[in-house]
């Protein structure tokens, strides 16, 4: 099996808040690569590499190695023969003759983002939504998505395409396990999504994506009990993980099932409706005035804060997209706006105006006890992971808001290092990559140096207008 390790990728980024005195920010990023030689990068990949060297030293460096230990200052790091062979004290670490010196005085080194509520798709509105196979891997790569989980297709093919052109060095982009389609009963009012007839067919689903090279599967709204059920189960036996964006299943419900991760958190959950019924998503107003009244620290939250730990449930954060819809938060980069079309930018922005003026939502509410109930969740044990989510009405765009989830993680009351834990070494626990995609701590594998993020900043909006 090929495995993921990490890379140097120089990033002259602008400061992430909370994240005082980093005027810039290297990253170290993830590589595809296995004890076999590495693929043969096409030209489209190689604009990306300013380093291929057989040493490479990157020196007096601060270093954050994801685990949510303290950073270490003026740090050198040694790569030799693709394998990180030495991290230590500037001061003594030895240079070898003849190495490629990168002096990142002013910089700092912390692992690629693992992300794992991802798509390679955006909304264009009226519940249709454009795959983007062109500016979505450079976009994810360059905002330092390093290993991303497409958290549910719509158009499949493309999605194990893209990960096998970017196995293959024909494309740049960051590691990605794809996700099946999505696993959904009748209700939900997208054409591109299959209606399950009943837990055989979740089965035979599950099982048929799998062949197809599906290694995630994903639940969704409308799905019944029984059909949950038996997903997991072809899931596990094949070896691999479901997670669920569900309403019609309780997570307490799907806990009990075996499911191994729920999406978004809180405000999604239907646990605390007043008499729900069994395998019927509720209506949203009913699952929101619930959770308006819900107290964090009460015992019913608390209840089943402890049973999603107990049962080892995973919890992704996706505070960008909720983000979007609370009345007077920031709006989208500048960047991120350059980054669409004109007509995708203008559907984001109108429905921008009519949130504002909406004085009745209750997200300003639900958005602070979503991030109360994640840091409740992590303080309880649970392995709390993070993604973007680039759906809802727009405005979260691929690499630009993988860096806000980490600023929103921050303001949700973790601390800098903690929220980068959650953005790497988190991911890659859950991933089971944990020693190949995630801190420094173990020597490993390494592909090229890139300086993805200049040239992205410089191409993104036509990147985006060619997908």
């Not at 036996?237 to 299943?249: A, I, M, P, Q």
């Not at 646990?271 to 509720?282: S, T």
């Amino acid at each position: 099996m090929r495995s993921r390790f990490l890379v140097a990728l120089c990033l002259a980024l602008a400061g992430v808040s909370g994240l005082s005195g980093l005027s810039a920010v290297s990253r170290l990023f993830d590589a595809r690569l296995s004890a076999q030689p590495l693929p043969a990068l096409s030209p489209a990949v190689r604009a990306f590499v300013s380093v291929d060297a057989p040493v490479v030293a990157l020196t007096h460096v601060r270093v954050i190695d994801g685990t949510g230990a303290p950073a270490k200052a003026d740090q050198t790091l040694i790569i030799r023969d693709g394998l990180i062979a030495a991290v230590g004290d500037a001061a003594t670490t030895v240079v070898p003759a003849g190495a490629r010196v990168l002096d990142l005085t002013g910089r700092t080194v912390l692992p690629g983002f693992v992300m794992l509520h991802e798509h390679m798709f955006y909304p264009a509105g009226q519940g249709a939504y454009n795959e983007m196979v062109y500016s979505f891997p450079r976009l994810y790569l360059a905002g330092g998505a390093t290993t991303i989980r497409t958290a549910g297709s719509m158009v499949p093919y493309a999605d194990l395409n893209l990960k096998k052109w970017i196995d293959e060095g024909r494309i740049p982009g960051p590691e990605m396990d794809v996700t099946g389609p999505y696993l959904e009963g009748p209700g939900l009012p997208i054409a591109a999504v299959k209606e399950l007839k009943d837990a055989n067919d979740a089965r035979r689903m599950v099982d048929w994506w799998a062949d197809e090279g599906a290694t995630s599967f994903k639940a969704y709204m409308h799905i019944t009990r029984a059909e949950l059920g038996a997903a997991i189960q072809e899931a596990h036996k094949r070896g691999f993980k479901l997670t669920g964006h569900l309403c019609s299943v309780t997570f307490s419900e799907a806990a009990d099932l075996g499911i191994d991760d729920l999406e978004h958190g809180l405000v999604v959950s239907t646990d605390f409706v007043p008499d729900k019924q069994p395998d019927v998503c509720p209506p949203q107003s009913e699952v929101q005035a619930s959770l308006v009244k819900l107290d964090i620290a009460g015992p019913a939250a608390q209840a089943l804060i402890h049973k999603l730990v107990a049962h080892h449930v995973a919890l992704t954060s996706t505070l960008t997209v909720f983000e979007t819809f609370v009345p007077g938060r920031p709006p989208a980069s500048e960047r991120a706006l350059d980054a669409m079309v004109s007509e995708a930018r203008d559907m984001y922005l109108r429905q921008r105006v009519r949130i504002a003026v909406d004085t009745a939502s209750p997200w300003t509410i639900l958005f602070k006890k979503e991030m109360e109930f994640e840091h409740a969740f992590a303080e309880a044990g649970g392995l709390l992971v993070s993604g973007t989510d680039p759906t809802g009405y727009g405005g979260v765009v691929a690499g630009f808001s993988n860096q806000r989830e980490v600023e929103l993680l921050v303001e949700a009351g973790f601390t800098p290092l903690q929220a980068i834990e959650i953005a790497t070494l988190n991911g890659a626990r859950y991933l089971g990559r944990r020693t190949s995609s995630s801190s420094r701590a173990t020597p490993r594998r390494r592909s090229r140096t890139s300086n993805t993020w200049r040239r992205s900043s410089r191409t993104a909006s036509a990147t985006t207008r060619r997908s």
